[in-house]
Nanobody
Framework: QVQLVESGGGLVQAGGSLRLSCAAS????????MGWYRQAPGKQRELVAA???????NYADSVKGRFTISRDNAKHTVALQMNSLKPEDTAVYYC?????????WGQGTQVTVSS
C-alpha cells in the first residue's frame, strides 16, 4: 500500500503564492503519475496538474501559466507551486498517486484565496 502525506495550503490574498507538497511512502511502483486535484464546495473534484515519473506534465487550462508541478523521483515527492492565486482557486486540494494498478488519495489540504 502507498500512503500520501500532504503539507502546505492555508489562507492567502489574491495575487499571492502558496506551495503544496506531497510525500509518498510504501510500495511505490517506479512508473507512476502523481498529481493534484481540487474540490470546491458544491463542485466535482477536478484535475489541477499531474506529472508522470518520466516528467510529462498536464495542467488544467484554468491554472496554466500560474501553477507549476514538479516531482523528485528519488524522494517520491510532488510539489505544486501556485502563483497569482485567484479567489476561484479556493478549494480542498488532494494529492493523488496512480500506478495504473493502484490509485491513492491524500487527506486533502485547504487553500483559501481572499479577494
Amino acid at each position: 500500500q502507498v500512503q500520501l502525506v500532504e503539507s502546505g495550503g492555508g489562507l492567502v490574498q489574491a495575487g499571492g503564492s502558496l506551495r503544496l507538497s506531497c510525500a509518498a511512502s510504501g510500495s511505490i511502483f517506479s512508473i507512476n503519475a502523481m498529481g493534484w486535484y481540487r474540490q470546491a464546495p458544491g463542485k466535482q473534484r477536478e484535475l489541477v496538474a499531474a506529472i508522470s515519473s518520466g516528467g510529462s506534465r498536464n495542467y488544467a487550462d484554468s491554472v496554466k501559466g500560474r501553477f507549476t508541478i514538479s516531482r523528485d523521483n528519488a524522494k517520491h515527492t510532488v510539489a505544486l507551486q501556485m502563483n497569482s492565486l485567484k479567489p476561484e482557486d479556493t478549494a480542498v486540494y488532494y494529492c493523488n498517486y496512480n500506478s495504473g494498478k493502484q490509485s491513492v488519495w491524500g487527506q486533502g489540504t485547504q487553500v483559501t484565496v481572499s479577494s
